[in-house]
């Protein structure tokens, strides 16, 4: 198997965590793919319609997106530990922390891009929009981690890919100052072999 993959994203992070959580690290080639706003990667879009990374070539050659897929898929090929939950209620739970991890990523970015526009084309309350579904976001994320305790699973990485984007690209956001409980939770797992190895550099 195959991966284009990008060290910033929290989203690749999240399927490299699945890769190593279920010891298939190995089997996966790392193939690093130029992707960002504005860019067009033609090799990219032959594979993803999206243009995004992750994006997973199995061994067959099928070329499969979305890391929440990319996860699904690797469950399918080494079935034990299970990243994404087989029992219907824990399942449903995990997919659903993951979507607020997800939602909290892309609501960030949105934000950031308005941000960073020349002042005259900026849409304030597009922005400010942004930024109250990430609070929203960080506030489901932190019930989901009090209702789910210790679980290891794509609700729990995927949280924790979110808050280290937070960390890296906003710290304006200091959810950590807010939610101790959810930080604490956050700095137990950091040592944890998949989480300290995905860890995208400073950048
Ligand atoms: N829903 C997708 C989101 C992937 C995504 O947004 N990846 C970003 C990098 S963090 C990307 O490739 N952006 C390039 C673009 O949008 O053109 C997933 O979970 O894999």
Known sequence: MKILHGKLSPFVRKAMICAIEKGLENRVEIEPAAVGQGKINEDLLK???????????????????????????????VAEPRFVPAEQRERTRALTMNAAADGLIVAGVLAMLEKGKPAER?????????????????????????????????????????????DARAQHIDWRGRYAALATWADAHDSRDSVSRTRPPKS
């Open 47 to 77: 594979l993803n319609p999206t243009g995004k990374i992750p994006t997973l070539i199995t061994d067959d050659g099928d070329a499969i997106y979305d890391s929440l897929v990319i996860c699904d898929y690797l469950d399918s090929v």
């Open 122 to 166: 900026q849409w304030p309350e597009f922005e400010a929009a942004q930024w109250a579904k990430v609070e929203h976001c960080i506030g489901a994320i932190d019930k989901a981690r009090a209702e789910r305790g210790d679980k290891f699973d794509i609700g729990a990485a995927a949280a924790l890919c979110a808050l280290g984007w937070l």
